[in-house]
């Protein structure tokens, strides 16, 4: 069976990589310039690139070009911890680029989320996560505007409180965070956040949603974050329950063979997410 012409380019572009033709971050040359190369169309040259940039051998970069991608591991992500802090420990130099909006009613989705009405007034704030100056991740969080309106940590990235968590900022104004429930599942991006990312549609990515709740049990922040599988993985920190032997040395059979302790994690514990 004849082999495709996108995939015929992406085993030879693969080939020249490996042979060191184009170094770690060098740019390929112009698809229209491969096209003549290779005697096909651009669109098969940018299929075959896609198909490279899936599998973490190029790199796209938004409205610029197709760049070798130098190998890496993926970045691990406990998580609770904040994405700058996983791509510092991971060699690399953190930055984020947001955008923080007032008065933004909560659509149905992000109401659900936080317990409150459609439409209910709040921070928005989004946020393009940067490693080494490329985009890594994308965020999107959602605080209902009344628990923070006149204070000096209405912004989450600006004020006294800039960039420290929401536990602490809310802290601040007398909401004691108790907990985080996180909740992820895959999907494929849309054109929007590919773009934004520099991956392809066909990139997996894992959504992780992150919500914040009061010792009330009641919603105060929720958050959104896109992460690039061939970029990040997910590490759960899961404590067991100490087991403690009996003092005859010896198993009792039944319901209270094993002995437990454990404690809820609380504020104190967690690290301060954003």
């Not at 900022?169 to 909740?183: D, I």
């Not at 919603?219 to 590490?235: G, I």
Request: hydrophobic share 35%.
């Amino acid at each position: 069976m004849p082999t495709a012409d996108y995939q015929r380019i992406a085993d030879d572009l693969r080939r020249r990589v490996a042979e060191g033709e184009w170094s770690p971050g060098e740019q390929l040359p112009p698809r229209a310039q491969l096209a003549r190369e290779y005697q096909t169309s651009p669109a098969a040259v940018q299929r075959g690139q896609e198909l490279l940039i899936d599998t973490g051998v190029l790199e796209g970069r938004k409205s610029i070009g197709v760049f070798v991608l130098a190998p890496q591991a993926r970045i691990a992500l406990p998580v609770l911890l904040p994405i700058p802090d996983a791509i510092r420990q991971a060699g690399l130099t953190p930055g984020i680029e947001y955008r923080s909006d007032v008065k933004v009613p909560a659509p149905e989705p992000i109401a659900r989320r936080l317990s409150v009405d459609i439409d209910t007034l709040c921070v928005r704030t989004r946020y393009e996560y940067l490693g080494n100056a490329r985009p890594l991740a994308l965020g999107e969080s959602w605080e209902p505007m009344a628990l923070t309106h006149r204070t000096p940590v209405l912004l989450p990235e600006d004020g006294p409180l800039a960039g420290t968590g929401v536990a602490r900022r809310l802290a601040s104004v007398g909401v004691r965070v108790g907990h985080a429930q996180v909740r992820t599942h895959a999907r494929h991006p849309n054109d929007h956040e590919a773009l934004r990312l520099g991956i392809t549609r066909r990139t997996l990515i894992v959504k992780l949603d992150r919500t914040h709740l009061a010792d009330t049990g009641q919603p105060v922040e929720t958050a959104t974050f896109l992460l690039p599988q061939t970029r990040w993985e997910l590490v759960y920190d899961v404590p067991v329950p100490a087991c403690h032997p009996l003092c005859d040395g010896h198993r009792s059979q039944g319901a209270d063979a094993h002995g437990a302790e454990s404690r809820r994690i609380g504020q104190d514990d967690m690290p301060s997410g954003r």
